[in-house]
């Protein structure tokens, strides 16, 4: 039973929706076969920590069949039965989590029972909920297409000849639609930038000339954040539209899930990088101030948890900025929404980065001694770090040491990817700016010219301003 798909799907199951799951399947609605509770209750007692060696398929069929030979595809029936109740048991609760989605089952069995009172009273309550609801993301105008779907085949199977509310129908079938196509090229042009898949985006032209033409849709907020986003991507003339979408965000931030309203933050941060790296520093702050909203939006935590990535990239750009007092503070009160198994080597690398920043290189090294030299990512930003440490205390002994241990492990390690160039390439202008000294003003000036045409190296800008 290790590896089946009960097992795997059972072990995803959150304390909560055991004990949930234990009432399903108790239920004579959803189950009527004793075999399968028995399963769930040996399950809930052998399948965590030491007791797995319970599972096996043989001693689990005398547990449910005591009297009865091993048959293997009874077994296989009672796991799939069982699978089967989670499966449901799962949709249910995600059915239970949508009230409005109940509220259009139930419309529907109103109307095809002809029960038009009753249709009306919950039609009226629904479309009261929905109004209501603070979301207006694309998938709202789905619910209120579906919504006046219903309201339709109510009408036109009772009230021939009168108006039907097809035209509202349409409009939000149209405002779905449009916004629903803008967010999934949105993230499609996202994922092309960065080279994960090739840009096939059909009627995406002429949905946008629809839009531009007809200049209402943009008073929708689904339709208008992911309309400025896909300009943004695409035109030349892209800052008015990253203005608006920094406006539009601000605006309606309560009007977005938290995952939806994660990707525009997401598409708002790229756009600055990508400004960033054509060398426009103001995008510096605005990286950094999209970032601190966030934080206060709760946009970048998953789960409760603020990735390490996030976390390194806020400090960077505060650093950045010299916003030093500021760094201090998010260091410490971020530091327990980071995963616990990166949290201390996370904390004491950015702890070691904000002192080398200020120059208290003592510091820093203090706890660059403290991260996890088994991440690979982690030591080589510590040894980059490092040397350039001992460059700033003239340390140039165990400077020329580390780098040639920095170079033995980076050639060591074989999953580095895009990595090795950069810090290869550290290392080789490193060692060229030891020998400073010995270069004419010719060849010095050649070599900075070297440096300014490499592309991939990281702390560019620290070895210019060390060769100037």
């Known amino acids: 039973m290790d590896n089946s798909r009960l097992l795997e799907l059972f072990l995803c199951l959150s304390k909560k929706e055991i004990r949930d799951l234990r009432k399903f399947v108790n239920s004579p609605f959803h189950n009527q076969r004793s075999d399968v509770i028995q399963l769930f209750e040996y399950l809930v007692k052998y399948a965590y920590g030491s007791k797995v060696d319970q599972l096996d398929k043989r001693l689990v069929f005398k547990f449910l069949y005591p009297k009865t030979a091993y048959q293997e595809k009874k077994m296989r029936y009672a796991m799939s039965f ?11 609760q995600a059915y239970l ?3 409005l989605l109940s509220q259009k089952a139930l419309l529907q069995a109103m109307r095809q029972k002809g029960r038009n009172r009753l249709f009306e009273t919950s039609l009226k309550t629904t479309q009261e909920e929905l109004k209501g609801q603070a979301y207006r993301h694309p998938n709202f105008h789905l619910q209120a297409f579906l919504m006046q779907e219903e309201q339709y085949l109510f009408k036109a199977s009772s009230q021939r000849g009168t108006h039907l509310g097809l035209e509202e129908a349409s409009r939000q079938l149209d405002l779905f639609f449009i916004a629903n196509k ?4 949105a993230l499609a ?6 080279g994960q898949s090739e840009l ?5 032209s002429p949905i946008l000339d629809e839009v531009d033409r007809k200049n209402d849709y943009l008073e929708v907020p689904a339709v208008a954040v992911y309309y400025h986003c896909i300009k943004m991507m695409l035109v030349d003339a892209a800052l008015p539209h990253f203005v608006q979408l920094r406006t539009l965000m601000q605006l309606h931030q309560h009007h977005f899930p938290v995952q939806e309203l994660r990707d525009l933050y997401i598409f708002a941060l790229n756009f600055c990088i990508r400004r960033l790296n054509a060398q426009e520093g103001y995008f510096k702050r605005e990286a950094f101030s999209i970032y601190q909203d966030g ?3 709760g946009v970048f935590y998953d789960n409760g948890i603020l990735s390490r990535f996030n976390y390194k990239n806020i400090v960077a750009l505060g650093l950045g900025l010299e916003e030093y007092e500021w760094v201090a503070q998010f260091i410490e009160n971020y530091k327990d929404y ?3 198994d990166v949290k201390e080597s996370t904390y004491h690398f950015n702890l070691a980065l904000l002192h080398y920043k200020t120059l208290n290189y003592m510091e820093a090294m203090a706890h660059l001694q403290r991260i996890d030299t088994d991440d690979v990512l982690n030591n080589l930003n510590a040894r980059r770090m490092l040397a350039c440490i001992y460059y700033e205390l003239e340390q140039m002994e165990p400077l020329y040491s580390l780098l040639d241990s920095f170079q033995n492990y980076i050639y060591r390690k074989r ?5 090795k160039k950069h810090y290869l390439n550290f290392i080789k202008f490193m060692r060229k700016l030891l020998q400073k000294e010995q270069y004419s003003p010719a060849q010095l000036d050649k070599l900075k010219v070297e440096l300014t045409a490499t592309q991939d190296i990281v702390e560019k800008v620290w070895l210019l301003e060390k060769l100037a």
């Open 82 to 92: 069982l699978y089967k109740s989670i499966q449901a048991f799962l949709s249910h």
């Open 97 to 99: 989590t949508d009230p």
């Open 182 to 185: 803008f967010k999934h090229a």
């Open 189 to 194: 042009m996202a994922h092309q930038q960065v």
């Open 200 to 204: 096939n985006l059909e009627l995406l």
């Open 295 to 297: 934080l206060d939006n």
């Open 338 to 340: 980071l995963d616990r």
């Open 415 to 419: 999953q580095l990817g895009y990595h």
